[in-house]
């Protein structure tokens, strides 16, 4: 069965500095990757997606940047964090938009 | 460009009873397909139900169900006999010709002893 990890929970890192958030899927191949911020109770913003190794789309502009060096790897970073980039980041896969997605269990940053 | 609208902040319920979130969509797309999320306080994002726009029935799992209706462009999920760990954030979300899922805004549901 496919399971997707993601890590760490909790993360408290001061401003200015980087930032990397992992995430992984088991279990299939050549998954759809995204990665998603929640602002404290506020929906949620796509912020890149990959269909693909080298194929990552970023949807909105800002400090973060994101790569997919495996295949079922998706990483999320930032050289100098800001304040504004607290929130909770969730990534999740699937075999399509139109099936859905499964997600990881999130990574809640707060940035001070 | 596929949207969706939840034009309920929140949605307050009495255990036991049964309460429907409301969630109206716009797509362009032939093919597409409806979602419903749950996420609890502790924030993971939990898959409760789909429905696609091919389906005559409406779906359900469990105690929810989809009251899918097409021509209204409306997918509300029902909840029945509503519990105490029904409390949490309800998202709606559209997938068709895209590789994206476009959420609403979501509906915060509590439910009352």
């Known amino acids: 069965s496919q399971t997707i990890h993601q890590w760490p929970a909790t993360l408290v890192q001061p401003v200015g500095s980087p930032l990397s958030l992992e995430c992984t899927v088991e279990g299939t191949s050549n998954p759809n990757l995204y990665w998603y911020r929640q602002a404290a109770g506020r929906g949620l913003q796509l912020l890149f997606y990959?269909?693909?190794?080298?194929?990552i789309s970023s949807e909105v502009p800002q400090n973060l940047s994101a790569s997919r060096p495996q295949d079922r790897q998706f990483i999320l970073s930032s050289k100098k964090l800001l304040l504004s980039d607290s929130g909770f980041y969730l990534c999740a896969w699937s075999v399509g938009g139109n099936y859905g997605y499964t997600f990881g269990s999130g990574t809640r940053l707060t940035v001070v | 460009a596929q949207k969706i609208t939840q034009t309920q902040p929140g949605m307050f319920v009495q255990e036991k009873e049964a309460v429907t979130l409301d969630c109206t969509y716009d797509?362009?797309?032939?093919?597409?397909?409806l979602f419903w999320y749950k996420q609890p306080s502790s924030g993971e994002m939990i898959f409760l139900i789909y429905q696609g726009s091919y389906d005559e029935q409406n779906a359900t799992e469990g105690r929810y169900s989809l009251n899918f209706q097409k021509a209204r462009k409306s997918a509300n999920l029902v909840i029945s006999a509503s519990q105490l760990g029904d409390s949490a954030m309800y998202f709606c979300a559209i997938g068709g010709g895209s590789e994206k899922l476009v959420f609403g805004k979501g509906t915060k549901l509590t439910v009352n002893p």
């Open positions: 797509t362009s797309d032939q093919s597409y397909g």
């Open positions: 990959s269909i693909g190794i080298d194929q």
